[in-house]
């Protein structure tokens, strides 16, 4: 799947290119599903560029699927194993080469579609809540939380103990979000700018931001004494004024954080963290993946256009071939 970059969902097609081969290290997988993220359609839109080594024109950060082939002397997976795991870019394609310690088992009883959600959105939730320092009894406030990263980040906090807000600027998300995921405080954003209501006020041990730019003076209004503000995304603006006397007074932490220009080595290990501490409660059925909508892979500008709108509450997959269970 090729996206030139600098134009609308339009610009992605469909494309041959050579099949990679595995340099020592790493796997071959034949892809079934791809995640569709926030960051994919940026690439697209020439606003996000690709880390060095991964492919400028194909987007794609997630992927899940069976192994193909190995590297020499690779023991840590086999030929038809299944897997998901993060990409620096390139996913969107039937065959990719992915590090092995970049590589997480997919649980017996799920499909490619369910892995294909999980990797992005509950690996940078976890770093995210990681960084915050989270501890059971915190409360935590969401913002975007019918997002893919913004469901993952609710089940998360909850699983750890928290008390969770989020909020959306759709009703209908917050009613899904609470009805579905358990959130016990749904917060309805209007006209775009966050402003807590005066409960919300100084009541946030933990700020996750999934947009970024206008909302952080509200997150700041939000924070409790000693809060940690994680910013994640950036959605809404890359700036925004800071009242540093707010920031002093109250000793907030604020936190930036991505994963994807991160280096091999600390992806690898997040990868290992996660396995430990996550996995078994997605295996056991704690956390699970929310896929909204699956789409054939040919059909990528749909999934595209229906992000852009703020259509999805939770994943959007892309299918690659006829699919496969």
């Not at 020439?46 to 190995?70: H, N, Q, T, W």
């Amino acid at each position: 799947m090729s996206a030139p970059g600098g134009g609308g969902p339009d610009t992605l097609r469909l494309a041959t290119r050579p099949q990679p081969t595995p340099d020592p290290g790493e796997v071959l997988v034949r892809v079934w599903a791809s995640g569709v993220n926030r960051a994919d359609l940026l690439q697209r839109m020439g606003r996000y560029p690709a880390p060095e080594g991964a492919p400028s024109d194909v987007p794609g950060l997630e992927i899940a699927g069976e192994v193909a082939d190995v590297a020499p002397g690779m023991r840590a997976w086999s030929v038809g194993d299944r897997v998901m795991g993060l990409v620096g870019g390139g996913g969107y394609a039937e065959y990719v080469a992915v590090p092995a310690d970049h590589l997480l088992r997919i649980p017996e009883d799920w499909s490619f579609e369910q892995a294909a959600a999980v990797p992005e959105a509950f690996m940078t939730g976890f770093d995210a809540l990681a960084q915050a320092r989270l501890a059971a009894g915190d409360r935590v406030l969401i913002h975007a939380v019918g997002s893919g990263v913004g469901a993952a980040l609710l089940q998360l906090a909850r699983d750890a103990g928290a008390t969770v807000a989020g909020t959306s600027r759709t009703e209908a998300k917050l009613r899904r979000a609470a009805a579905e995921l358990g959130l016990e405080h749904p917060v309805l954003v209007r006209d775009g700018v966050f402003e807590p209501l005066p409960w919300l006020r100084h009541w946030a041990d933990v700020v996750c931001d999934l947009v970024g730019g206008p909302y952080l003076p509200g997150n700041l209004a939000a924070a409790a004494l000693r809060g940690r503000i994680v910013v994640i995304g950036l959605t809404g603006g890359r700036s925004a004024a800071i009242d540093l006397g707010t920031l002093l007074a109250k000793r907030v932490t604020l936190v930036g954080t991505v994963l994807r220009s991160r280096t091999r080595e600390e992806k690898a290990e997040l990868t290992r963290a996660f396995a430990k501490r996550v996995l078994p409660a997605l295996e056991a059925g704690r956390l699970r993946p929310i896929v909204d909508k699956v789409v054939p892979a040919a059909d990528a500008a749909a999934a595209h256009r229906y992000m852009e709108a703020n259509s999805n509450f939770g994943a959007v997959v892309l299918v690659w071939g006829a699919g496969r269970e």
